[in-house]
């Protein structure tokens, strides 16, 4: 300090005792430190930065898990992931949150050990990756993967020392599994028939794969409130369920308008969580296929800004745009954009095809000519890796080699030659596997359930499983009817849009207490054409006595409906629920088929 004189002296250390005083004074309060306040408008991060700062200003806590952020990134703790693997440690605490920024979810204490969850755009994978995961799985998981309702593939029972393995492996078959939990944007789910369905309007394999890679390199499409989905409706035969993701793009045909040209556009939905009970809302902004990606990140960087950091209970987008106003937010999306979004107007949309809700099983044509594919059922969405290789084999042999995983946890065999659909369907029939099942079994999707995660209250899949058996022998169910079954709050199974939807919870018998679900009836997406959150049926009901439950409410349904045609999801709207119930308590039951 020799350069100084001693009146500047005086004010340098006043300016150093006040930095430490704050120092301090940050460390009592839980505020962060001055010089972390400093840095928040340059870097990487400055964009999350600049909103917990908002947050900290308007009086507000940080959550345990924006301060843990905020200490380090979780993209930058790559060396204790390494770490751990490398001393066979589980994170513990905060730690465990951090660590899904790798994809990787400890998920004790339902098993202790780690499953992985990868991100596949449009869910389309190549043979040999598939052949490549069957193998990682098993030699660092438990010898099985499960397809996700986004499309996606999960591989569980990874022990502590086999996490990076696990990634390495992942990795080198040209996949990724970064930012795939946590508070993220999950994968990117297409159209499933994508570039072969007669009906659609366009291929969305392009943009998914443009928004994946957008993704991955913009730092700032991380570190957000709390998850976000999206996704791409290409108007083709197999529903996407674009409805229930924060953003949809829904392809439309321009016919005419005074500003805007003919052609193929999307709609632009925004805020659709159905856990929450609120499908996406229709924004009136008419998009170019080329314009999607920029206004998807435009609106992801609205949302990092205004989202809550504060309440994880209210920081999804449905609770900004609820707090914001709808208009409000789309300005500072415009903001964000550098530009006005185009609006519909008075331009002239043609009626969007109707999907078909259990066109994922089966055999279908293609618009190719000669060329079809087959959809499997996968029993509630698990493979072996015996039966990946063994797909992945079929689908190089009689198809283009791709697999094609859709939202209902089933898989697509596209490209297969009329001459060849015999042995396809023999070769599938061989792996335990096959193309066609009962109108129960096509729709039934279940989560993970207990056996995998720690939230959920009851045994989904292996409910799911019961309870299509015990309906198939007794129910001749001759129209679709999904049946979601969904372990807890969050979700995942999407309950609420299910014909009947089923969410677990603990059934007080005595001093015991039963693995049980609410009952809710009557759900379904736009895409079907039968949009409508699904209403309360019954509550509490434990599992044994699940099963009789529906099957007289199908059987309600068989015999009072107004045609034969009349949907379960159009009787149910049709009735009140207390007549739903009146009618079923003197329903018979069926007697069981010989």
Same mark, same amino acid.
């Given at each position: 300090?020799?350069?100084? =004189?001693?009146?500047q002296? #005086?004010?340098l250390k ?10 301090? @004074?940050?460390r009592?309060?839980?505020r962060?430190?001055v010089s972390q ?11 999350q930065? +600049?909103a917990?700062?908002r947050?900290?200003a308007?009086g507000?806590?940080?959550?345990? !898990?924006e301060t843990?952020k ?9 060396d204790?992931v390494l770490g751990r ?7 513990k605490g905060i ?7 790798? %994809?990787l979810?400890y998920?004790?204490p339902a098993? =202790? ?6 991100r ?6 190549n043979?040999w990756q ?7 799985? =098993?030699?660092f998981?438990? %010898?099985? @993967? ?11 029972e990874?022990?502590?020392n *086999?996490?990076v393995?696990?990634?390495?492996a992942? #990795?080198a078959?040209?996949? +990724?599994?970064r %930012?795939?939990?946590a ?6 789910t ?7 369905d ?6 969305t394999?392009p943009?998914c794969?443009a928004?994946?890679h ?5 730092r ?5 409130p709390?998850?976000f989905?999206?996704a ?9 369920? !674009?409805d229930?993701?924060?953003i ?6 321009v +016919?005419?308008?005074?500003d805007? !040209?003919?052609?193929i556009?999307?709609?632009?939905q925004?805020?659709?969580?159905t856990? *929450?009970q ?13 314009? /999607?990606?920029r206004v998807a ?6 949302f ?5 950091r504060t309440n994880?209970?209210?920081a999804?987008?449905?609770y900004?745009l609820d $707090?914001?106003g709808?208009?409000p937010f789309l ?8 530009q006005?979004?185009?609006r519909? %107007? ?8 109707t999907a ?6 089966g055999v279908h044509?293609q ?6 594919y087959?959809g499997?059922?996968l ?13 992945a084999e079929?689908?190089e042999?009689?198809g283009?080699?791709?697999? &094609? ?10 490209d297969?030659a009329d001459r060849?659909v015999?042995? /396809?369907?023999?070769?599938?029939n061989?792996l ?9 079994r ?7 359930g ?6 959920a209250?009851?045994?989904t899949?292996g409910?799911?499983?019961?309870l299509?058996? *015990?309906?198939?022998? $007794?129910v ?15 979700? /995942? @199974?999407q309950?609420?849009?299910g014909?009947i ?5 603990k ?7 039963a ?5 809710f009836i ?12 699904a209403?309360e049926?019954?509550t ?5 006595d699940?099963p009789?439950?529906?099957? $007289?409410?199908l059987t ?6 107004q045609?034969? &045609?009349e +949907?379960?999801f159009e009787?149910c709207r049709?009735?009140?629920?207390a007549?739903? $119930?009146?009618l079923?308590e003197?329903?018979p ?6």
């Open positions: 300090m020799s350069d100084f =004189d001693d009146q002296k #005086q004010w006043g300016f150093v005792s006040g930095l430490e005083a704050a120092k301090t @004074a940050d009592l309060t839980g962060p430190a306040l400093a840095s928040r408008q340059t870097g990487p991060d400055a964009l930065h +600049t917990q700062d947050a900290v308007a507000g806590k940080l959550v345990p !898990e843990a905020r200490q380090r990134h979780p993209l930058d703790r790559w204790e693997a490398e001393a066979g440690q589980f994170p730690e465990v949150f951090l660590t899904k920024y790798q %994809g979810f998920v004790a098993q =202790d050990s780690f499953m992985i969850r990868l596949i755009p449009n869910g389309i994978l043979a598939m052949r490549g995961l069957a193998d990682a799985a =098993d030699s998981g438990g %010898g099985y @993967a499960d397809v996700t309702t986004r499309a996606n593939l999960q591989i569980r990874i022990p502590a *086999h996490a393995d696990m990634l390495y992942v #990795q078959l040209g996949l +990724t599994s %930012g795939s939990g508070d993220n944007i999950r994968n990117i297409g159209s499933p028939t994508a570039g072969i007669p009906q659609e309007l366009i291929d394999r943009l794969l928004m994946h957008y993704i991955l390199n913009h700032e499409m991380y570190d957000l709390r998850k989905n999206i791409f409706d290409g108007g083709g035969k197999v529903p996407v369920l !674009e229930t993701n924060d949809g793009f829904v392809a439309c045909e +016919t005419s308008g005074s805007v !040209e003919p052609g556009y999307f709609r632009l925004l805020g659709g969580i856990g *929450h609120d499908f996406a809302f229709e924004t009136g902004v008419l998009l170019k296929p080329d314009e /999607c990606v990140g435009a609106i992801v960087r609205a990092i800004r205004h989202g809550d994880r209970q209210k999804r987008l449905k900004v $707090r914001m709808r208009e300005a500072e999306v415009e903001k964000e954009h550098g006005p979004l185009p519909v %107007g008075d331009a002239k949309i043609a009626p969007r095809s078909d809700k259990h066109g994922h099983i044509r618009k190719q000519p000669g060329r079809l087959l499997l059922v029993p509630v969405g698990r493979l072996t890796s015996m039966q990946m290789r063994g797909l079929i689908a042999r009689f283009s080699g791709t697999l &094609r995983l859709t939202v209902w946890q089933n898989l697509l065999i596209s297969v060849d015999g042995l /396809c369907i023999a070769a599938i061989a335990g596997l096959g193309i066609e099942a009962s109108a129960i096509r729709g039934l999707v279940a989560c993970t207990n056996a995998g995660c720690k939230f209250a009851a045994n899949k409910h799911a499983l019961r299509a058996d *015990h309906l198939e022998r $007794r001749a169910v001759d129209l679709p009817v999904n049946i979601h079954l969904t372990g807890c709050h969050h979700s /995942c @199974a309950h609420y849009i014909d939807g089923l969410l677990a919870c059934v007080e018998q005595g001093e015991e207490s693995e049980g679900y609410h009952v009557g759900g379904g997406a736009a895409s079907t054409k039968e949009q409508a959150m209403r049926y019954a509490s009901v434990a599992f044994a699940l009789p439950l529906i099957e $007289r409410l309600v349904w068989l015999t009072h409906r045609m034969p &045609r +949907t379960f009787f049709r009735h009140e629920i007549e739903l $119930r009146h079923a003197r329903a039951l069926m007697a069981l088929a010989s």
